[in-house]
């Protein structure tokens, strides 16, 4: 399974930015909720955790890691889902970007 990756530099202390991203997640699962469904949280520790659901009945997981100066993002992407991957990196960078402002 392909795995697209991001980042994001912040300045915001870990546990904060890692607070919103956890809640720009909650937010665009509500507002995709017909289209995303099965949503399951692994909190790793505070600053990390793993996710998995099914969007468009397609299975997705992954995760992100909050530093010091950084997030991170791992998305596994199913193949059939690699010919809008371009458009799937910037909607997650943008959003991401978005919830570290």
Excluded: W
């Excluded at 505070?46 to 659901?53: A, D, I, L, T, W």
């Excluded at 969007?55 to 596994?76: K, Q, R």
């Amino acid at each position: 399974m392909p795995v697209l990756k991001l980042k994001s530099p912040h300045s915001l202390p870990p546990d904060e930015a890692a607070a919103r991203v956890k809640k720009r997640i909650a937010e665009e699962v509500e507002k995709q909720a017909q289209y995303v469904t099965e949503l399951k949280e692994t909190v790793i520790h505070p600053n990390k955790s793993e996710y998995s659901c099914k969007v468009y009945g397609f299975n997705l997981s992954g995760s992100f890691h909050s530093t010091e100066n950084e997030i991170a993002v791992e998305v596994n992407l199913p193949f059939a889902a690699m010919m809008v991957k371009g458009m799937i990196e910037n909607q997650l960078q943008s959003a991401l970007d978005q919830a570290l402002r």
